[in-house]
């Protein structure tokens, strides 16, 4: 799927980009396009991106960085575990619109993504930009189905208020790397 040496440089934003990019992402709903299959595929999307940030935020708090301070390590534990929950939330979502939740994210599977390669610096602002895309993706997904389907719409919003919390984290962060 992704050859090693195209890496392009943020390759966490672009995986998390390219979410958003699919074309059956974000059609307008009709009554008529409004499909379980359809609502199960957002959802896997949302999920896929839960998975990427865990395996993200943890591999950061056991970096060397974070081994330095228990602090960073404390900080990008506390948010892979709000990653964690939220990827539970959204698979159980997903079974209860009858869909199997499948967690062999290709961006997952196929991405080495670097944790110790680049400064802590680095890595943090790479995270607060895919955090704010994920925000702006999200926000969208819930307009979707906000009118169809409010349980959903209220869990990604959900999901969004702890997602501009590791934003303002990550801002912190900035200043003292």
Known sequence: MFEQGALPEN??????????????????????????????????????????????????????????????????????????????????RIEQFGGIPDFRTPVAAVRRYGVGDYSLAKQVRENLAAERSIIEYYNGLIQYFAGFDPETAELLREIVVDEENHTSDLEDLIGSC
């Open 11 to 92: 390759y966490f934003l672009s995986d998390i980009m390219a979410l958003q990019r699919d074309p059956w992402v974000l059609p307008t709903p009709t009554s008529q396009e409004i499909s379980r299959e359809k609502s199960i595929q957002l959802l896997q999307t949302v999920l896929s991106a839960e998975i990427v940030c865990v395996l993200r935020y943890t591999a950061i708090s056991v970096s060397p960085d974070a081994l330095r301070s228990d602090w960073i390590a404390a900080e990008f534990q506390e948010q892979a575990n709000d990653e964690r929950r939220h990827m539970t939330r959204v698979a159980a």
